[in-house]
């Protein structure tokens, strides 16, 4: 990851999540709500940063019936993100379960 631009990268990514979320968003017409997808975003990310990667991905499996499709492509974009920066996420196919590797959690 050396000498890669990280404001690139995290455009990159966040791109990429947005549009997977968006697409299971959909309002009357059958086009991306943006209202819901940034509101699902925003929520899913607020968890993230004060309760961390486990308590994020417990959040996303917990959503209901209207949120269930776009909170599995966050799950998927997510586990996939860590992937590329964690070998854990890459052997163990549950997010719950690589969350939890102590060199994922933070002690607490």
């Known amino acids: 990851m050396s000498g890669q631009n990280l404001d690139r990268l995290c455009a990159q990514y966040g791109y990429r999540i947005c549009q997977a979320v968006a697409a299971e968003f959909k309002d009357k017409d059958g086009k991306p709500d943006k209202a819901k997808t940034e509101n699902h975003i925003t929520k899913s990310l607020a968890v993230l940063q004060e309760d ?27 586990h996939g993100l860590l992937a590329e920066q964690f070998d854990i996420f890459k052997s163990q196919s549950d997010s719950l379960l690589a969350a939890r590797h ?3 959690m933070p002690l607490v």
């Open 52 to 78: 961390g990667v486990y308590a994020f991905f417990i959040y996303l499996f917990s959503r209901g019936e209207r949120e269930r499709a776009g909170a599995a492509r966050l799950r998927e974009k997510a």
């Open 102 to 104: 102590p060199g994922v």
